[in-house]
Structures are given as structure tokens and as C-alpha cells.
């Protein structure tokens, strides 16, 4: 389509005012990202799980999809749609400087045009029911506020699809023809600048930061050097950090399934992402001002459960987690936190080694009082008693019911004589001090007793033995009970019937270690077991993790309250958990719950019920 000299300098200075006006505000989200903080443990290798994560995520929109079946397909479409009109576009900008890039009347050309042509059809229709979506039906998770930006840039792509179609009806050559295409020109100039200057930013950068992310679900990175306390201050804040709060496409997934923000807490994830975006924008990466002031909250920080709901659900791979026990460190660390039940539970920790504060003779007493046998390096497993094995009335008789089954099986297992908290409430308090000298301990404790493989009941204990002790040098085989007895499921003896079981997928489990099948697997040996409405990766917390168990009240509905409603109302006459934490977050809510409360039973006291003593 030739144009006319008028027509080319038009063209020129209306899409050269348009990158321009893209760069003034990308280019500063591009400097604030490079100049952040390098990110010390990140490593680019090994780069086939990176690969694997951009196709999934980005290329196939496999989260969206599986999140939000309806709306995830509308969006991928648009996704798909814009990869399929790159070329037509950069041909479009082309014929405005007179070049022709894509011939009319070529097969290959015309083949591939109509294949856009289904594309902008399915882009249309999709854009049109993501507008209806957002502003007729209004979800609660999209925000209160009605942005009126995505408005204008549905209604861009919709007209942009719509006059690539027209193309079809209308001849270049007519007045209609040229009309349409200096709309579509029209529509891309505006939509150019607003793509960086509204959420739409995460079009240029979600795969950026689908790619970089850290390896490691929940990750926690490590402080380096002395002067590092954590996310204090905006010098604090990372490059992939800085990236993924720019990349945060204000979907709401993370905030749908937030149990602290469903429960009336003041936490709600999506805006601790946008809180360190407002941050980044307002003071930059350099800043000394702190990030827990005016754009974010330690009320906020401090009753996150780290469940890691959030971080499960988010098309773009922002990882919650690391942020918010950054902010919690960056407060803990320089002493800034104040909370009475916070000292007590570093205090208990620090002087008894476990968050409740009991004395160590207690354990003493419990081994003893059981013959329980204690390790001497011998022995197929090294059991690992945990706090709640150790000193909660229900946590013992998970472990017992645990040991009945072991010696049943033949299996011999040795308690250690000492064993201090793993840390796992400190680490995820923000403690790294107090979170250091009790992995250090235990380490010194399990080294001289010449441990091999370890059998925890508490996935909390198992995720920070595994993981989390690896910055102190440590590596010890650890396996989850459920995991041992599912292994060991057919030399079980049947368990009495117990009619319906609900299980309830632990956070530190599922989500953390990505194990579903094994503790339904022995649940299923005392009866039919069920999923309640939110199961596997969708679980609801208890409300016991990241050391909220210790913090006292909550504001708010209890966390634990709401999920043993959903637990209760399934009907079934077993709830069944595989965590001490969860255990007893249950006991404490069905009574709030219903007068008749279903049995609550740990899986190892289910495979335990048909041996006979
Ligand atoms: S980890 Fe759980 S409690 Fe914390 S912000 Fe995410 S969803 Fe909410
Ligand atoms: S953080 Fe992720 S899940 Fe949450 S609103 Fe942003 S993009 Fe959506």
C-alpha cells in the first residue's frame, strides 16, 4: 500500500513519539532493576529446569490455565494472539516507511495471515469476555478499584484485532481501506506507551522474570557478609526482586487464596508485591528510607503463615516467600520488631531449645517413661522427636503410635539423647542468629552420634533439616513418616474401618516438599478417604507456620477455625493430618467448630490402629 510523503512523516513522528514516550517509562524500570542489589546465591545452571519453566509458564500459560480454567484460557489466547501478530505488526510498521515486507498474494504470506486472521478472532472474543469479567462481574480479588487503564487497553486490542480483520473486507487502495489501516496505526501508537506505564508492564517483563526466578520453592536466600540483616532498606533489595515486583500483572490469584487475607488479617500478598513496587518507584534501590514504612507494613509481614499458597498460584513466577521473611529479617535483625509473644518465643528457644519453653527433662522423662531406645549409630533410622514429638501431649502419641509401627515392621530406630528446635520458627520469624546456633547445635548433636537417615512426623522439621540446614554445611537423608509408610503400606496389618476420612494436605507437605499421594495412600487403610473443597496444592493452612502457632491471638477470623469448618462440613467421620502442627491447630478449633467433633487422627496413628499390642 503506497503511502504518500505526508502520510510517511505522519506515520514517523506519530510512532517515534510513541517509543518515546514507551522508553520514559520503561527505561527507569529497566535502571532500577539493574542497579538493585545482585542477587549473591543466584546461579544461572542448571538452566534445563529455567527452560522447562518458560515454556510451561510463559509459552504454554500452563498456571493461568490450571488456576483459573475460563479467564486462564481468555488470557492465554491474548498471549498467543500478540506472539502471532509480532511479525504483522513489525510489517505494519514497515509499510509505513513504504517497505513491504509481507507480499499479498504469496502462499506463504497469505497462509500465515490467515492464520492470524483465527487468532484476532479469538483474541476479540477473549479480550471481550476478560472486559466483561473485569468490570460487569467484577471478582473482589481483581481489587476495589475499577482500573480504568485496562479498560482503555481492552478496548486497544480490540480495536487492533478488529481492524486486522477489516483489512480482509476492505481494498488498501480505497478510502475505507486506508481509513482502517491508520486506526489500526492509531490503536498501536497508544497502546505502545501505555504497555509500560500500567500493569500491562509484565507483557515485557513476566518472562524475564518466569526465567530468573529462584530455583526452589520458598526459598530463603542467605545473608552475606556482616552488614546484611535482610530487607531493611531499599540497598537491601535484590535484582530479581526489584524484577518481580514490576512484573506483577495485579491478577489477585495470590490474594484469593491468602488464608490470613480471607481470614480479615491486614496481610494481603499481591499488595506486598505492589508495596515494594510503589517503594522501588517512590525512593529507587539505593534508598536508605525503610521498606517497612510507608508502603508496606510489619503488622502485615508478621502474620503471614508462609503456607506458600501465594507463591503457588502466581502466573509469574513471583516467589512471595523470600520477600516477606526478607521484610521480617530486615525487622528481626535490626531489632525493630516488637512483640511481646516474638521475645518470649526467642527466649524459650534460646535458653530451653524449644518454643515452648518446657524443660529439657521432660523429654528425659517421656523417652524414659517409654523405653524409648536411644540412637547409638546402629540403628536402620534415627528418629527425630521434634518439639511436638517431644513435648505436646498429641505430638507423643503421634510419636508412639509411629514407634509401634516401626518395631511391628522390624525397623529399629534410636531417639536422640539431645535435640534442640530445628529452627524452623526462628528461620522463618526473620531470626538468623538464633536460627544459625540451633541448626549448629543439633548438627554437632547428630554428627557425633554418627547419624545416617532420619524419620521425622513433622514436615516443618523435615523441610528445615533438608533445606534450610544446607547453609550451615548440612546433609542428612530425612524422610517425611508418610513417605516411610506409604513405603511400607502392604506389610501394614489392616486397620479397623473408620468410615469416611478427610485428609488434610499440611502446607509443608504438599506445597513445600510436593507429597499428596503417600499420606492418602495410608490414610486410605482406616477408610474411604476424602478431599475437602481446597486439597493437594490448593490446601488451606492450618495457621500454625512461619511461627504464627507461637504469636498469640489473631486478629481476625483463626485461621485454623475457617479450615476445620471446611474439614467438618465434608461430613466425614475422620480428620486425618499428617503434621503435629496441624494436629493441634484442629484440636483447638473443632471444639469452637461443632459440638461433635469428627475423631482427629495422625496417619501413623491410622496405620498403628490394627496392631495389636
Ligand atoms: S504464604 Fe500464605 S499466609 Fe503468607 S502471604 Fe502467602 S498465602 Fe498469605
Ligand atoms: S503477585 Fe502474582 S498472583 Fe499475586 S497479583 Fe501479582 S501476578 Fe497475581
Redesign the pocket.
Known amino acids: 500500500m503506497p503511502l504518500s510523503w505526508f502520510e510517511i512523516v505522519l506515520f514517523l513522528v506519530l510512532m517515534t513519539s510513541s517509543a518515546w514516550m514507551f522508553w520514559s517509562r520503561f527505561g527507569p524500570v529497566v535502571r532500577t532493576i539493574r542497579a538493585a542489589k545482585p542477587d549473591a546465591d543466584f546461579v544461572l545452571d542448571p538452566i534445563g529446569p529455567r527452560v522447562r519453566a518458560f515454556v510451561q509458564e510463559v509459552l504454554l500459560q500452563a498456571v493461568v490455565i490450571r488456576e483459573r480454567p475460563l479467564p486462564g484460557i481468555a488470557h492465554a489466547f491474548v498471549f498467543w494472539g500478540f506472539c502471532a501478530f509480532v511479525l504483522v505488526t513489525i510489517a505494519h510498521c514497515a509499510q509505513g516507511v513504504g517497505l513491504e515486507l509481507l507480499p499479498r498474494g504469496n502462499v506463504a504470506v497469505e497462509t500465515y495471515r490467515m492464520l492470524v486472521a483465527l487468532f484476532a478472532v479469538a483474541v476479540a472474543v477473549s479480550i471481550a469476555g476478560l472486559f466483561i469479567r473485569r468490570f460487569l462481574v467484577r471478582p473482589k480479588w481483581l481489587g476495589e478499584k475499577v482500573s480504568k487503564e485496562s479498560g482503555v487497553i481492552a478496548l486497544l486490542i480490540f480495536v487492533l484485532m478488529v481492524t486486522y480483520l477489516a483489512s480482509y473486507a476492505f481494498d488498501e487502495a480505497t478510502m475505507a481501506g486506508r481509513l482502517n489501516w491508520w486506526a489500526h496505526t492509531l490503536a498501536l501508537a497508544i497502546f505502545l506507551p501505555l504497555i509500560p506505564h500500567t500493569k500491562h508492564l509484565?507483557l515485557v517483563l513476566?518472562p524475564a522474570a518466569v526465567f530468573f526466578k529462584r530455583d526452589g520453592f520458598s526459598k530463603i536466600p542467605p545473608l552475606v557478609g556482616d552488614e546484611d540483616f535482610g530487607l531493611d532498606t531499599g540497598k537491601d533489595v535484590t535484582r530479581i526482586v526489584a524484577l518481580?515486583a514490576y512484573?506483577?500483572?495485579?491478577?489477585?490469584?495470590?490474594?484469593e487464596h491468602c488464608p490470613a487475607h480471607n481470614t480479615g488479617k491486614v496481610l494481603n500478598?499481591?499488595e506486598i508485591?505492589?508495596g515494594v513496587r510503589r517503594y522501588l518507584s517512590e525512593f529507587g534501590t539505593g534508598a536508605s528510607e525503610p521498606l517497612l514504612s510507608k508502603h508496606l507494613s510489619d503488622e502485615a509481614a508478621f502474620q503471614c503463615t508462609t503456607c506458600g499458597a501465594?507463591e503457588s498460584?502466581?502466573?509469574?513466577g513471583?516467589q512471595?516467600l523470600p520477600i516477606i521473611i526478607g521484610l521480617r529479617r530486615g525487622a528481626v535483625n535490626t531489632g525493630k520488631w516488637e512483640d511481646d509473644h516474638g521475645t518470649k518465643l526467642f527466649l524459650n528457644l534460646e535458653r530451653s531449645g524449644n518454643p515452648m519453653g518446657f524443660s529439657t527433662a521432660e523429654r528425659q522423662k517421656f523417652i524414659e517413661k517409654n523405653e524409648l531406645p536411644l540412637y547409638d549409630g546402629t540403628q536402620n533410622y534415627c528418629l527425630w522427636l521434634g518439639c511436638m514429638g517431644a513435648y505436646d501431649p498429641q505430638g507423643r502419641e503421634i510419636i508412639l503410635a509411629l514407634a509401634r509401627v516401626l518395631r511391628r515392621l522390624g525397623v529399629t530406630f534410636g531417639v536422640l539423647r539431645k535435640e534442640r528446635c530445628t529452627g524452623d520458627s526462628a528461620r522463618r520469624l526473620g531470626n538468623d542468629l538464633l536460627f544459625q546456633q540451633l541448626a549448629e547445635v543439633n548438627l554437632e548433636q547428630l554428627r557425633q552420634s554418627k547419624v545416617g537417615r532420619m524419620l521425622s512426623i513433622c514436615p516443618h522439621c523435615v523441610r528445615t533439616i533438608r533445606e534450610d540446614w544446607k547453609e550451615s554445611g548440612a546433609s542428612f537423608e530425612v524422610e517425611h513418616h508418610s513417605v516411610f509408610l506409604a513405603r511400607m503400606a502392604s506389610r501394614l496389618p489392616s486397620a479397623p474401618a473408620n468410615g469416611r476420612i478427610v485428609f488434610h494436605d499440611p502446607c509443608y507437605l504438599g506445597r513445600y516438599q510436593g507429597v499428596y499421594d503417600e499420606p492418602r495412600l495410608v490414610t486410605a487403610r482406616g477408610g474411604e478417604v476424602l478431599d475437602p473443597p481446597r486439597a493437594r496444592s490448593r490446601s488451606r493452612c492450618c495457621g500454625a507456620g512461619g511461627g504464627l502457632a507461637f504469636l498469640g491471638e489473631e486478629k481476625g477470623k483463626r485461621v485454623n477455625v475457617d479450615r476445620a469448618e471446611e474439614l467438618v462440613a465434608t461430613g466425614a467421620q475422620v480428620i486425618a493430618a499428617a503434621c503435629p502442627f496441624c494436629h493441634t491447630m484442629f484440636r483447638d478449633a473443632l471444639a469452637q467448630v461443632t459440638q461433635t467433633p469428627p475423631k482427629l487422627l495422625d496417619i501413623a496413628q491410622i496405620a498403628a490402629a490394627g496392631i495389636q499390642e
Open positions: 509484565h513476566s518481580q512484573s506483577c500483572v495485579e491478577c489477585g490469584r495470590c490474594t500478598p499481591k508485591v505492589l501465594c498460584q502466581c502466573p509469574v513471583i512471595h
